[in-house]
């Protein structure tokens, strides 16, 4: 049964004026394009073809990059082109496999191969290797969809993506990599003469890459802390940490960091009565892997001579070349696992430069509101932090026997140890292909 819509001409509320661009006394805050969905029937893979020619064996892969010369496939796709044979007329079996495989190697672990695709498929057989004659065709259409998972240890994880480091540690130099390969095998007869050769076969193996795509749920804000708190806190996440002098001696009292970021780990902030600093960072925790992410960084302090004391030490000239009082920096994580035993590898993706920010009047709440409620003193800074690399870059997954994770690490800079004791926060992020 169809009801009519329900008639709104009883409400006395206007509804909105709101228009596309800005009128006078208003202000864009946030912009960012739609991604446009493809039109019902329109085809937005690439157009091109990879070819592959060896042994009067050629392989035709559609929906490539034009003059690629490794195919690509991602999530959910098929593989699928044209295989073309030269002389078909003695062909008994085709057979076309998709493989790929993960291998480690490792000082604790040694060598290690994981196989995450192993797929056969038939394209042709004549059923008769003896047949002197085949109905096989010189062009033969195929396509093969890639599984989205993989087993290993009984548990199920995502396909990992096409990757290659090489890792080195305490004198020793290890590596840990994905690959899959394309292979297509011709069976063909031989005479009568020459059977007890064995049957002919011909193959044309290659390498295919695997890089799935994925998206942050939201993008990244381009704008501060303080320019989007009022508007947008939920966007923020607060961690709360202490700051201990190293010695009595400093004349330094106990002081508070606060980061504030995009969110990321469910980090307790600290409950005891210290002064804390602060950490902020973008709530949404996953990133694109070209993604500029900012942070903003507040120490809180009680007493305004130990705050000052701070301030002239960070601005003084003697520390100049030695940076601000904390680093921020990213930094990648390789663990492989193997039969129980753990080895982990450790390498930067990129530095983070610090830029000072005027003091607050009181301390940052993601209420939008600067406590005022007791005077505390607070030195600001800001920034944002990419990844340096210029080569590709694989995003992050785990894979069971291989784990990637990426963190934003937070630290004192060597020029204020002697005023701290030691402080290394890692905050572990997601990072994705695209952004």
Same mark, same amino acid.
């Given at each position: ?6 008639s709104?001409?009883?409400f006395?509320v206007?509804?909105p004026?709101?228009s596309?661009e800005?009128?006078a006394?208003e202000?864009?805050l946030?912009?960012q394009?739609a991604r446009?969905p ?8 690439p157009?091109?073809v990879?070819v ?8 035709v892969?559609n ?8 195919p ?7 593989v699928?082109?044209?295989l073309l ?5 003695s062909?008994?079996?085709i ?10 190697v490792s ?12 797929q056969?498929?038939?394209l042709?057989?004549?059923?008769d ?11 033969l259409?195929?396509?093969?969809p890639l599984?989205g ?7 199920e994880?995502?396909l ?5 480091v090489l890792?080195?540690?305490q =004198?020793?130099?290890?590596y ?8 297509a ?6 005479s009568r003469r020459?059977?007890?050769? =064995?049957k ?7 390498v295919f890459e695997f890089l799935?795509r994925?998206?942050p749920p939201?993008?990244?804000?381009k704008?501060?802390?303080l320019?989007t ?8 996440r607060?961690i709360?940490y202490?700051?201990i ?5 400093s ?27 602060q ?5 949404i925790?996953v ?8 942070f903003?960084?507040q ?14 030490i ?8 030695s940076?601000?009082?904390?680093r921020v ?5 390789v663990?492989?696992n193997s039969?129980g035993n753990k ?6 993706l990129?530095?983070?430069k610090?830029?000072p920010?005027p003091p ?6 993601l ?8 005077r505390?003193?607070n030195i600001?800074?800001e920034g944002?932090?990419?990844?340096g690399l210029?080569?590709?870059l694989?995003?992050?997954?785990n894979?069971?026997i291989?784990?990637i994770t ?6 004192l ?5 002697s ?17």
């Amino acid at each position: 049964m169809s009801l009519p819509p329900p008639s709104y001409e009883s409400f006395d509320v206007l509804i909105p004026d709101y228009s596309f661009e800005p009128r006078a006394g208003e202000e864009r805050l946030e912009y960012q394009r739609a991604r446009q969905p493809p039109v019902q029937g329109e085809d937005v893979r690439p157009t091109g073809v990879f070819v592959n020619q060896k042994d009067g064996v050629t392989v035709v892969l559609n929906y490539q990059q034009d003059k690629s010369t490794t195919p690509v496939f991602g999530r959910r796709s098929n593989v699928e082109g044209t295989l073309l044979i030269d002389a078909p007329e003695s062909v008994s079996k085709i057979t076309i496999k998709l493989t790929g495989s993960i291998e480690t190697v490792s000082p604790s672990t040694g060598l290690t191969l994981v196989n995450v695709l192993d797929q056969t498929h038939t394209l042709f057989d004549s059923g008769d290797d003896m047949a002197p004659q085949s109905d096989c065709s010189s062009s033969l259409t195929f396509s093969y969809p890639l599984p989205g998972t993989f087993k290993h240890n009984d548990q199920e994880y995502l396909l990992p993506p096409s990757y290659y480091v090489l890792l080195g540690g305490q =004198g020793q130099t290890y590596y840990a990599k994905c690959t899959y390969t394309f292979s297509a095998m011709i069976s063909k007869t031989r005479s009568r003469r020459t059977a007890f050769l =064995g049957k002919n076969k011909k193959y044309n193996t290659f390498v295919f890459e695997f890089l799935p795509r994925l998206r942050p749920p939201r993008p990244v804000l381009k704008r501060s802390l303080l320019s989007t708190i009022k508007e947008c806190p939920e966007e923020w996440r607060q961690i709360s940490y202490q700051l201990i002098p190293r010695s009595k001696k400093s004349n330094l009292e106990p002081l508070t960091c606060q980061v504030f970021l995009f969110d990321l780990l469910d980090s307790e902030p600290s409950t005891n009565n210290y002064p804390a600093h602060q950490f902020f960072l973008p709530s949404i925790g996953v990133f694109g892997i070209r993604d500029s992410i900012p942070f903003h960084i507040q120490i809180i302090g009680s007493h305004i001579d130990s705050l000052a004391k701070l301030r002239t030490i960070t601005d003084n000239n003697i520390y100049e070349n030695s940076g601000p009082l904390f680093r921020v920096h990213f930094l990648r994580q390789v663990e492989i696992n193997s039969n129980g035993n753990k080895s982990a590898v450790h390498f930067p993706l990129g530095e983070a430069k610090l830029l000072p920010v005027p003091p607050l009047e009181g301390a940052i709440s993601l209420s939008g509101q600067v406590q005022q409620e007791q005077r505390q003193e607070n030195i600001n800074w800001e920034g944002v932090i990419c990844c340096g690399l210029e080569e590709k870059l694989a995003p992050s997954f785990n894979a069971g026997i291989v784990v990637i994770t990426d963190f934003i690490i937070l630290e004192l800079s060597k020029s204020s140890m002697s005023l701290f004791q030691p402080f290394k926060h890692g905050h572990a992020v997601r990072l994705v292909s695209d952004s």
